[in-house]
């Protein structure tokens, strides 16, 4: 992958990430943070708190809201929990997500300022969703 910045898998970071261009995230992560660009969190990688990018590639381990400015893709084997928000989701076969998730709405703006010290809260499902899926037999 050309034009970008690796965090290696030996780095610890605890505390806010910032960056701008893209990046591939190998190491771990506690605080959570924002890149303006791509964000690859790569199958060793282990992200715990929130996350901004302009488009979210995961292969590996993500506990915090994402939120991808223009697309998700969420790969076998990637495990999130959280939720996610973007116009464009792509999840495959294999991927393991726990939260809810948002398409074509805008992400709570507390989460955008600052990703970093935004708390997670459930996602609310709309009255006409909980009706259809009590109708269709599941909980």
């Given at each position: 992958?050309k034009?970008?910045?690796t965090v290696?898998?030996?780095?610890?970071?605890?505390?806010?990430?910032?960056s701008k261009?893209?990046?591939?995230?190998e190491?771990?992560?506690?605080?959570g943070g924002?890149v303006e660009?791509?964000l690859?969190i790569?199958?060793r990688?282990?992200?715990?708190g929130n996350?901004v990018?302009d488009?979210v590639?995961?292969e590996?381990?993500?506990?915090?809201?994402?939120v991808?400015r223009?697309?998700l893709?969420?790969l076998n084997?990637?495990?999130?929990v959280g939720n996610?928000y973007?116009?464009n989701?792509q999840i495959?076969p294999?991927?393991?997500i726990?939260?809810?998730?948002?398409m074509?709405t805008?992400?709570?703006a507390a989460?955008?300022?600052?990703p970093?010290?935004?708390?997670?809260?459930?996602?609310?499902?709309?009255?006409?969703?909980v009706?259809?899926t009590?109708?269709a037999?599941?909980?």
């Amino acid at each position: 992958m050309k034009n970008f910045m690796t965090v290696t898998h030996e780095t610890i970071i605890a505390g806010a990430f910032k960056s701008k261009g893209n990046v591939r995230f190998e190491g771990r992560l506690e605080g959570g943070g924002e890149v303006e660009g791509l964000l690859l969190i790569s199958q060793r990688a282990k992200w715990k708190g929130n996350m901004v990018a302009d488009i979210v590639i995961v292969e590996g381990s993500v506990r915090g809201d994402v939120v991808a400015r223009d697309k998700l893709i969420v790969l076998n084997g990637a495990i999130i929990v959280g939720n996610l928000y973007s116009p464009n989701i792509q999840i495959h076969p294999g991927a393991r997500i726990t939260g809810g998730m948002q398409m074509n709405t805008t992400p709570p703006a507390a989460l955008l300022a600052s990703p970093a010290r935004y708390r997670a809260q459930p996602l609310k499902r709309p009255a006409q969703q909980v009706a259809l899926t009590k109708a269709a037999g599941a909980a």
